[in-house]
């Protein structure tokens, strides 16, 4: 009898491999515990902490009101004690009512105290458009990279959501770890093994030779098509997932540019002040400058009607556009 092939993966959803990340983390650390709205016996908004308030209960699975600001202090507060609070925002778009106590007082609580403390909190937030209008749909990831003393994710695939879920749980933080409505329903291998992907590693989703495109979050899989489509006309894309924002892995960036000469970048929020931009600037500043052109959400608020919707959010067939501009430079 021929013997069976071992299993090493198993296929979950987006949501479900940031389910069993958090679920495997809380049963390892007690201090580890989960704030948010409708994130206790529902499970949260995307279904993504599904099962845990039935396993660990109401102490540690702590439905919070609609008041994110007060969420964010809370955690921050607890996180200064010991706790490891991960802290759930629905929308991205309301992180701004908890920068207080983000910015001013959980990313600077180390350098105050001269590391005697610290606030090992997670922030989990979800961006991106999907039908829910000017409120519910930015991206607003690179205002946080400039605040020192913040870290920032944002996973693409399955496995990525896994690994930097069980990274930013065990880290000093805080971290800020962004996912996108979109990719909760999409499925992928992860690892049966406990696999942390440590921070500032980006992964090169495709290998090129024509031109760098580096991107993060959903937009990843918007930049593998467009790869996939330049194929066809003999232009061989590079696609760079970043995973980590702060701190940023530019060494893979750069490395890659000085192979193909050329950058494209691109993101779902805005390319002004944009992650793109700091890419760029922190590539060029090591090799100097090379042909290049970034692309983000159109400059508008983006719609809940959805042709408008998909007129301001970039897709395969405006990247693939501007990777074409960029070979022409």
């Known amino acids: 009898m021929l013997d069976k092939p071992e299993v090493s993966t198993q296929r979950l959803f987006f949501r479900e491999a940031v389910t069993r990340a958090v679920r495997e983390e809380m049963t390892r650390n007690h201090h580890v515990m989960v704030m948010g709205q409708d994130v206790g016996a529902f499970g949260g908004s995307y279904r993504e902490f599904d099962g845990l308030y039935n396993l660990f209960g109401p102490e540690r699975v702590r439905d919070t009101p609609v008041a ?5 202090g809370i955690a921050a507060g607890a996180a200064a004690a010991g706790y490891r609070p991960i802290v759930s ?9 908890g920068f207080d106590a983000l910015i001013n007082y959980a990313a600077k609580l180390r350098y105050k105290t001269a590391g005697r403390l610290t606030a090992p909190l997670v922030v989990k937030t979800t961006a991106g458009a999907q039908g829910q209008g000017v409120a519910h749909s930015q991206c607003i990831e690179s205002w946080l990279m400039s605040v020192p003393g913040l870290k920032i994710v944002a996973p693409s695939t399955p496995a990525d959501a896994y690994g930097l879920m069980k990274s930013a749980l065990r880290d000093d933080g ?11 329903p999409t499925p992928g291998e992860v690892t049966l093994a406990e696999d942390l992907i440590p921070f500032g ?4 989703r495709r290998e090129g030779t024509d031109l760098t495109l580096v991107t993060h979050g959903y937009m990843t899989r918007v930049a593998l098509q467009a790869a996939q489509s330049l194929e066809s006309e003999g232009i061989s894309c590079e696609v760079v997932d970043l995973r980590s924002l702060a701190p940023l892995d530019i060494h893979t960036v750069t490395a890659s540019v000085s192979r193909t000469g050329r950058l494209l970048t691109l993101e779902e929020g805005q390319s002004v002040c944009g992650v793109g931009t700091e890419v760029a600037c922190q590539t060029f500043e090591r090799i100097g400058p090379r042909p290049w052109k970034r692309l ?6 983006v719609s809940s009607n959805p042709v408008l919707e998909a007129a301001c959010i970039p897709d395969a067939t405006r ?6 501009a960029v070979l022409e430079l």
Do not use: C, N, Q, W
């Not at 990247?319 to 074409?324: D, G, I, Q």
């Open 68 to 72: 994110e600001a007060a969420s964010i």
């Open 89 to 97: 925002i629905t929308y991205m778009d309301f992180l701004m009512l």
């Open 174 to 184: 805080p971290v800020v770890y962004i996912d996108h409505k979109r990719l909760f």
């Open 201 to 204: 590693k980006a992964s090169i």
């Open 296 to 301: 983000g959400a159109l400059r508008a608020p």
């Open 319 to 324: 990247v693939a556009a501007m990777a074409r």
